[in-house]
């Protein structure tokens, strides 16, 4: 089973090298493994990097490639999630924010053992930072690559986290709870008014007012609701999917 272990990410240097170390350095089976860095193609201090850790990377005997794109910014971050499922392969596609980081030994293992005997149906993979397991949606989301063949997409929201666990929910798609751990560092400082976060362009278009509840993070979730066409769509493919399987 492939995984690809995915970042979007903008001039966070430091954290996205320490997130990705986390991982590298707790996976067993590396050669099941490709990272992929989705990077705008302005971002040349991400870019600079990623040449700089380069002979790090192939050391861990892990494979990774660099999408580089326009800048679509917070608010279309769906673009850059239906890119990377679009150029990959992968069997499973993970979703990391580049300040999360996981502390599990052997988390490949763990996520073969729970996806592998259900490759053959959609999956939403509930890969959940400690702090965020209370919440019924993925804050590291992640699906399986027969989602993607089914719906053509990742989302067309903004808070793909809440489009893909409604999306389950109502077409009854089975939902994976791999039990390694991840944590995530906006929300261990959540409540602090003077966070770890710089503010930067990232900050200041999502996460930043995410973390302090400021004006416009009603934007930030879902345009259209359940009622919106992208949504409807792509549950009647989920939905239409279950009722084949059922007839074949």
Not at 44 to 49: A, R, V
Request: charged share 25%; proline share 3%; hydrophobic share 35%.
């Amino acid at each position: 089973m492939k995984i690809n272990l995915t970042w979007i990410t903008r001039k966070r240097t430091a954290e996205f090298v320490y997130s990705l170390s986390s991982f590298l350095s707790n996976c067993k089976n590396k050669s099941n493994v490709e990272c992929v860095f989705c990077v705008d193609d302005d971002d040349y201090e991400t870019l600079e990097t990623i040449k700089r850790i380069h002979p790090m990377i192939v050391q861990t005997g892990i494979d990774y490639k660099v999408i580089t794109t326009e800048r679509f910014g917070y608010f279309h971050i769906y673009k850059y999630q239906n890119l990377i499922a679009e150029q990959t392969d992968g069997d499973v596609i993970i979703y990391v924010s580049d300040d999360m980081f996981c502390s599990t030994s052997g988390w490949d293992e763990i996520l073969v053992d729970s996806v592998l005997p259900h490759l053959n149906e959609p999956l939403l993979i509930m890969t959940q930072p400690v702090e965020d397991r209370g919440k019924f949606w993925p804050t590291m989301p992640s699906i399986n690559r027969k989602w993607f063949e089914i719906t053509k997409r990742v989302s067309t929201w903004t808070g793909s986290d809440v489009y893909l666990a409604w999306l389950a929910q109502d077409a009854g798609i089975k939902v994976i709870k791999p039990d390694y751990e991840v944590h995530q560092l906006s929300r261990f400082y959540s409540n602090e008014k003077d966070n770890w976060s710089i503010i930067d362009e990232t900050h200041e278009e999502g996460r930043g007012r995410a973390i302090k509840g400021g004006p416009g993070n009603e934007n930030l979730l879902v345009k259209g609701g359940k009622e919106g066409k992208d949504y409807q769509q792509d549950l009647n493919n989920l939905l239409n999917w279950r009722n084949n399987e059922k007839n074949s």
